[in-house]
């Protein structure tokens, strides 16, 4: 039934069943209707800029995204960008917890998480990778390498960019310019011909990349 694609509203309801059922102690109280938009953001399979203040629980709603995506296996090939390599892989061990210790998630979906390869394994570039339920994920540092990032035959077709940017990005020209140019030349060519970004973010500057790619749609 979650499989089953409606609109993008009536999949809304259904990702926020999931998180109920699924995930009770990360959302615990009525879904306020900004985490619907966000929902509905990493949901459509366009590219989505979006901003909110610090605590709005941006991260909370991109875990439970994740793992409705790899319970339902509705992406192949998953990328989380956070300021540092360690934020991306607590964040997404958050979510391997949830397939290894979660009751209910292992009655529906058995045991999900799988071991990347020992060649995958002895690859610096791939720490960070998890298996789960059949859907590759990477945690990764936004200043960290992009481009070139394979599963099987697949390239990445979801890289979502979770308050990536910090002050050193957006404290002179040059740093802004940086920072777009590894959007536009590493991350956009690193997607699959079907995939899409989700950036999500506080405006740290009215020239930082997520304002500039905000102005851009």
Known sequence: WFKLQGNHND??????????????????????????????????????FIAAPRGFSKT?????MIAFFCANQLKKFIVLLEK?????????????????????????????????????AKDKDAQGDMIINGVRIRGKGFDSPIRGMKYRAYRPDCIILDDI??????????????????YNKA???????DG???????????????NNLIEYI
């Open 11 to 48: 999949m809304v309801d259904k990702v926020i069943i999931w998180f109920r059922f699924f995930m009770p102690d990360y959302f615990r109280n009525k879904t306020p209707e900004f985490h619907r938009d966000l929902i509905k953001a990493l949901i459509k399979n366009n590219n989505s």
């Open 60 to 64: 909370t709603i991109i875990q439970g």
């Open 84 to 120: 540092s390599f360690t934020e991306a892989s607590e964040v997404l061990d958050a979510v391997r917890t949830e397939f290894v210790d979660n009751i209910a998630i292992k009655m529906v979906y058995g045991v999900a998480v799988g071991k990347i390869s020992n060649s995958d």
């Open 165 to 182: 940017e910090t002050d050193e990005h957006i404290n002179s020209p040059e740093q802004r310019q940086k920072a777009l140019n590894k």
């Open 187 to 193: 991350i956009v060519p690193a997607l699959a011909l």
């Open 196 to 210: 899409s970004v989700k950036m999500f973010g506080t405006i740290l500057h009215f020239d930082s990349l997520l």
